[in-house]
């Protein structure tokens, strides 16, 4: 009987130390992938000065469909970092109010920071031929708070 014991606690252990070491060893192998980032500076072409707050994403393409990976914002300066970006080649989309859409390749095969350079966007203008403006009046109406002994008015707007 007590052998069967000892080799059930055997059999227990070793099974206890499979369930803690392979996922242990998985995740290893997941983070192992090559994780870099890819940073630029996003300008107007016209004026050379920075465009701020504009929305680049990040994409991968294959022949079927564009697959969005991940995006960010373009800060008050005009730079923008994305991390991390796993090995791969994407195609970097750069979009502003105002401004055509930009688009560059990137190939990003290496733990290092990819620089997609200085991007420029082009101004979108947009003619119309005609513009009507309306406008509702604001109604209000006026009623009087009175507390006990205290003659205070109130207009309230609704």
């Known amino acids: 009987m007590e052998k069967l014991n000892r080799l059930v606690r055997k059999q227990y252990l070793r099974q206890k130390a499979i369930c803690l070491f392979v996922p242990l060893f998985i995740s290893l192998g997941l983070g192992a992938q090559n994780k870099s980032s890819v940073k630029g500076y996003i300008i107007d072409r016209d004026s050379n000065t920075p465009v701020p707050f504009a929305t680049v ?4 393409e294959s022949d079927t469909a564009k697959q969005l990976i991940t995006g960010t914002m373009s800060n008050g300066d005009g730079t923008f970092i994305i991390t991390p970006v796993v090995n791969g080649n994407y195609k970097l989309q750069i ?3 105002g ?3 930009a688009k560059k390749d990137i190939v990003v095969n290496g733990s290092e920071s990819i620089d997609a350079g200085t991007i420029g966007l082009h101004d979108s203008t947009m003619i119309l031929a005609e513009a009507t403006v309306t406008a509702d ?3 209000g109406k006026s009623e ?5 002994g205290y003659g205070n008015q109130r207009t309230r707007v609704f």
């Open 99 to 101: 401004y055509k859409m």
């Open 137 to 139: 009046r604001v109604k």
């Open 57 to 60: 994403r990040l994409l991968k």
């Open 144 to 148: 009087s708070e009175g507390r006990k």
């Open 95 to 97: 979009s502003s109010i």
